[in-house]
């Protein structure tokens, strides 16, 4: 008797160590944001001031955006390359709605006001990001292809729109009622940079809803195992078209802030961001697999990654050093992924 | 050595035991699955291992086998303490191991799997010719036509068992543990089954046999041990033992699976099946214009051999499989063109066969679940409610009795049986008004059993239709109202309930074993 009374006591000391182990593979997100922001404090004065965790914090919010639609539809255990394309194919088209709608059977030129850009251009994003949603959840497109035509698709839409150019002029006019474009990318609320005010509320409306709403959960548990959630009564199609047309939405914002804070639009805007919205889920916690993540998570790897890229600039280490250290960064990251899932997965 | 005196000799004996465990215990976290237990393989004969869901059982063979290390104890393999750093490891010692939960690769052959990481080699690369010839005999030793180079996938849930067994059998070990081999099986293919056995044990292989259908595997004991919570309760040989003694060590009080509730007014047809048909890839009808009625308050079992349809059947009734023709008809209107969810939503729910595949979203945890198929009713407006959600969980682990760490332990953590009470409590969760399980039972231990026996007959008192479909007769038996038996897409025969098991295998084309 004494003698399990000794293996139980001595089970338990070790379950409490492998929890602190558990906590730090856990919250390995947030304790390298705290090195990072640590490290570059010591290496420059001026990293740690509340003027430059702002200005970090607003390019945060463009990968921000993209890594929270790329969540959703890695938790469907889907991938989306086309969320950089969409970006440009964004800003490209609110560029053009700024410039003016030359109605040719008409003979006008429409102007439309800020506030319809802005909501024009999200619907343009939704219906790319159906376009994939179809593909894959219809058509049966692996979603690896399915956004990778599209990512060409979008990307050659923005560069035919514009030639290849660049809208400069993003400000309108007063006597044609569309200024304020602006205010996206320079505004500030309370000190706080609409940017970021923008990706918080995205992150806490798409946290409330992965959390509390039964769309979460029909999410979650499509992206775990999609043949039991359809059992189970769940939509799993409409699930998927409504995660990729999310996260064109998402695109779409994101372009038009960054657009914003550029005051331009590029077709070339972008570019390879996808990885970079990857790279933060992964970082993140979330399985590429599916069915594992969460949008706090997700938004720690965005903040490591842009606090990492923005902190070696300004050390002054050059742009090839940034490029290999955000590498060993994301392998080290999946590398702790498996490290957390490997082991509960072992076959039973 | 009497029954009484639960504990195995300290050394055990060379001569009679060839593996054994002596003290061993495993805990995960604060759970405790193995607290300390002692274990013989006897040399050459069939070691039975009982216990309930949760008991430890596959616990023990997964440390026996090298899967998992044990926290503490030790493992004597011909006298001589050993321990293996993995299963290849134990493999090399002769010891292989048939999972409750099938392990195959779903997108590879037949032959493919079962000569997984043990490819047989030429100079030029692998002998695919000759693996493919062994899987043919071993096909052939079984009894099943089942092709070398069909991909898993396409297989029966039997089926695939059935390649699980045969890779087990491939590597010719001196010790075959087998967890639950035939909880898909139908009874002449366990009647195969064990024609194999007694063939292997005549060759000197010692084997170790878990199943939770007592009276089967009673007739392939030498030696029973029983578990429960993590200890051997009892150990015995065949000669000293019989039903009434596992039942009594396994669970401490006699069970009867009783007899179909009787004494309530059955009510209209709840569901209805017009013709239906529904074809495979292929176009061939695995159901073949089936017409079929359930009233309120009836429960009819399907009674069919593998491959008889009846997954079929039901999958096309939930929604899952296309029908091409026919009629369905619940409460007097037409679901066919309804999704899943809302056929769910009107009260026509199935528990699927295949726990795995079917029944678990493995990454979610085992409340998550458990709610899974009845959310909306627990959502208002935006939000699911997480009080009106918990209460559920916890009214669903009492109802299934699960035994769990609690609603937030991951569903991989539950043993074959409790996950499968999941399945079943999950379904029930969306109060549906026609129920349809697809061999529920399987893996459940007996007092589980009857638990959902006794749920399903006073769902049916309460006016609820179920169709109950099993390869098992006794179930029939115990259960069903109207038992109905399919034999390659058609209904063969129909009985009530005072029909005997021989008839009822004699209309399913099943050959009426010994
Ligand atoms: N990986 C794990 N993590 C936590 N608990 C576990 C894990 N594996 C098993 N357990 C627990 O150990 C206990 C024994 O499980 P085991 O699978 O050995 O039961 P079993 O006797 O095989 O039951 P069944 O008849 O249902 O297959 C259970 O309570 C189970 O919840
Ligand atoms: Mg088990």
Redesign the interface.
Known sequence: MS??TI??AA??KQ?KK?NIGRLLLEGRAFFALILIIAVFSVMSPNYFTVGNFLIMSSHVAIYGLLSIGMLLVILNGGIDLSVGSILALAGVSAGAMMQGIELQALGVILYPPVWAVVVLTCVLGALVGAVNGVLISIFKVPAFVATLGVMYVARGIALLMTNGLTYNNLSGRAELGNTGFGWLGFNRIAGIPISVLVLAAMAIIAG?MLS???FG??L??S???E?????????TRRVKITVYTLSGILSAIAGLVLSSQLTSAGPTAGTTYELTAIAAVVIGGA?LT???GTIRGTMLGAFVIGFLSDGLVIIGVSSYWQTVFTGAVIVLAVLMNSLQYGR????? | MSPETPVPDARPDLQEVVLAARNVAKSYGNVHALKGVNFDIHRGQVTTLFGENGAGKSTLMKVLSGVIQPTSGEIILDGQPVSFGNAADARDRGISIIHQELSLAPNMTVRDNIFMGREIRTATGVDFAEEERQTRKLMEDLEEDIDPLTPVEELRLGQQQIVEIARALSVNSRILIMDEPTSALSASEVEVLFKVIRDLTARGVSIVYISHHLEEALTITDHAVVLRDGNMTAYAPRAEIDLEWIVRNMVGENYDLGSPPEGHEMGGVALSIRNLSVPDASGVDLVDGMSLDVRAGEIVCIYGLMGAGRTELLEAIAGRLHATGGEIVLDGREVSHLSIGERIARGLALVPEDRQRDGLVQTMSVGQNLSLASIRNFTRGLFTQTQAERALIDSSIREVTVKTDGPDAPIGSLSGGNQQKVVIGKILATKPRVIMLDEPSRGIDIGAKAEVFRLLAEGAKQGLAVLYSTSEVGECLSVAHRIIVMHKGHISAEFDSTVTKEEIMAASGESVAA
């Open positions: 003698d399990t293996t139980r089970s338990d379950a492998f409330l509390r709403s039964s959960r029909w979650y548990a992206g775990g195992n043949r039991a959630a359809e059992l189970s009564g769940v939509p399985a599916g069915g594992r509960g997965t072992r076959k039973s």
